[in-house]
DNA sequence: GTCAAACAGATTGTATGCAATTTGGTCGGG
DNA sequence: CCCGACCAAATTGCATACAATCTGTTTGAC
């Protein structure tokens, strides 16, 4: 894949939103993000503009660009919508996929399986992620899977969280357990069900841990060694 | 609203590309564009990113921007996930929305009766969309309802192309109806059904519109007063 | 003392110039 | 005659300079 300049920006600009060295309500300023990164403003712009269309900055014409961190209430509607992509992706794929989609799917959980044993939840995080992209991928609608892709990224920091929670692991695994029956046997509503009850449950967890730590401050992406 | 510069740019390129004057695949010259509006390329440069968010156009990198109309596969996918999307909306607002928007919605349909009384398919197609917008809001989901009408909006053209079929107007309006009904019985899964059929149906329409065509060109938006 | 208007500083938006890369063609070799 | 490498024209991407607008302060009048 042919990465552009503004698309590393931009990826390393959500790497400060979510390291909490920008928060939510500031202003990204152009020439302070310029001198940073080594570049022109115009790199910056475009980066910003990107950023603006995913939904993490706000552009307010002549006044700059500000991070947006979502509010609990629009984070809840992120992740009920969510559920529900991710119940159609779920079944039609229960009705649409090939023996060898199912048959990577089983792997990929397997591997979920593997680092939840390990007690590694950085590597559940990638299995896991990799697990719900099979099944969008198994829609057959491309479309369908890139907008679950997109959200997917959009709530990654989040989905992440919650994964810290004691035991959430194993009981993520069971609930995987049962979207894979589910497809399977090709029972697209119960696949559906199954795979909406998990994200919601994750919505729900993220939710509770952020009452938990009842802490303003955006939550931390983990690890991402692309800047020294 | 404050619309930017490039905001009117992307939507006058956007005229362009519905009205023909760019076909699918033409490369978008970047100069050609300046030229056109009288500015210089940078204000171009930021609308054609824009399109190219919403997917209309498509950059490759040190090589230009594109049409990118959609083929009738990703066509189908994309009525596809509209139906769906729309189904949520509707399941949501059975249980979710207030009296005074089902009144609205009410209001909003009878406005459409009047237009397929007048056969007035201009007129039809403003107060159906407005119809549809009133369920996204219902759905009392604000990231829902924007991604719904970020997908009606990119669907605009295609969707406006089908009631030009004889008889169409009257069968969504029944269709309409179907969905009313349910809505007012706070039935969310009929509610759900009779919006997906509604859409699926338009999505199906419009394949059979486009087969009797048999026409690869792309659809003309028609009218859009939206500039003046 | 308070409010309003003007001014200064700062910041975004736009224009233009330059560098890097791609493309099409042409020339040379096999 | 065909294939590969080099070259030039064109085009995108980036940097910088300038213009327009916004904000906060200060100054003046009431």
Redesign the pocket.
Known sequence: MDR???DVIAAAIEQLIFDGTFCDGD?M???QLADRFL?????I??ALNRLAHSGLVEHV????VFVRQPGPVELMEMFEVMAELEAICARYAASRMTDAALADLREANQRCTKAAQANDPDAYYGHNEAFHQLIYAASCNGFLEGEARKLQRRLQPFRRLQLSLRGRMAQSLSEHDAVLDALSRGDAAEAGRALHSHVAIQGEKFHHLKAILSDKRPPRSGTDPQRG
């Open positions: 552009t300049r503004p202003r300023d152009e020439v570049v022109s403003r115009t790199p712009r475009e014409p002549r006044r700059g």
